[in-house]
């Protein structure tokens, strides 16, 4: 069986939906493959959002190791990022007794170091295609918006040093004009972005489009990317991604899995899920 171990700082809806989801779906689908640990860098009563994701990870009956990096940066001093590497290490020592085949990171909102890298296969979702924008989810959407983009889509990589930038294992594409965009970037011709930005941010109606159409589509891209490692389609392993024959699927596949047809049908047999 499949040990996952999922790690999240557990910030509000976004966070609990991806973790409900793919333990729901692992349920249904009688997956060989199981989430061994959840791993926050906040504990108990520190935020709302934070503790309502800990509720959820009860309910489900899955381990929960929490260390707080706000209270490790108070401790050295507001000086994080000189110390990435010992906090890291010090969450490697916490979840040395937990199994993990397979790591996810799902809303966690810290840079994983080099180390960390090494030690686990850790599954980075970041929403823009394998040659796509680089960044924050609001950062990538404006960019779509800037360069006029007619699609973009969402990729699990593998994280490494180089943020956004790892070894690509599968994406899906989505596109962002014909019906219900047209509308939006036709309301754009001739207007300043930069005006419309500190005017009605992300509440500008283009903006809400391009990021609802990527969001539906993130939950099942990341279960199909798992289940694809479970069924031995992809292997993740000495920081590189394996096709089912072992060879290393930038080869066959240089932009990794395109999983268009299996989203699009599993989204039309749920669509109480995907109209999310």
Not at 28 to 42: D, K, L, M, Y
Request: proline share 4%.
């Amino acid at each position: 069986m499949l040990s996952i171990g999922w790690f999240s700082t557990g910030r509000g809806e976004g966070s609990r939906g991806l973790l409900s989801f793919v333990q729901e779906r692992l349920t249904e689908t009688g997956a060989n493959a199981r989430i061994s640990f959840v791993f926050s860098n906040r504990e108990r009563g520190e935020a709302e959002g934070s503790d309502e994701f800990f509720n959820l990870v009860d309910s489900y009956s899955i381990p929960l190791v929490a260390y707080s990096s706000a209270a490790f940066r108070r401790a050295v001093g507001g000086r994080f990022s000189a110390h990435r590497e010992e906090f890291d290490q010090q969450v490697m020592d916490k979840l040395a007794g937990y199994e993990a085949d397979i790591c996810v990171l799902a809303g966690y909102m810290l840079i994983v170091g080099g180390k960390m890298c090494r030690q686990y296969p850790l599954l980075n979702l970041h929403p823009a295609l394998p040659d796509g924008p680089t960044g924050t989810w609001q950062e990538v959407v404006w960019n779509l918006i800037e360069t006029r983009a007619a699609k973009t889509g969402a990729m699990v990589h593998l994280a490494t040093e180089e943020v956004d930038r790892g070894p690509v294992i599968s994406y899906v594409t989505v596109p962002i004009t014909g019906p219900g965009f047209d509308r939006h970037w036709e309301s754009l011709q001739g207007q300043d972005l930069e005006r419309i930005k500190k005017a009605e941010g992300e509440g500008f109606a283009l903006f809400q489009a391009i990021r609802r159409e990527q969001y539906r589509r993130e939950p099942y891209l990341l279960f199909e990317t798992l289940r694809a490692v479970i069924q031995g389609e992809i292997a993740v392993r000495g920081g590189q991604v394996l096709d089912a024959s072992g060879a290393p699927l930038s080869r066959s596949m240089p932009h990794g899995l395109c999983l268009d047809r299996q989203i699009a049908e599993a989204m039309l047999e749920d669509p109480a899920k995907s109209a999310g």
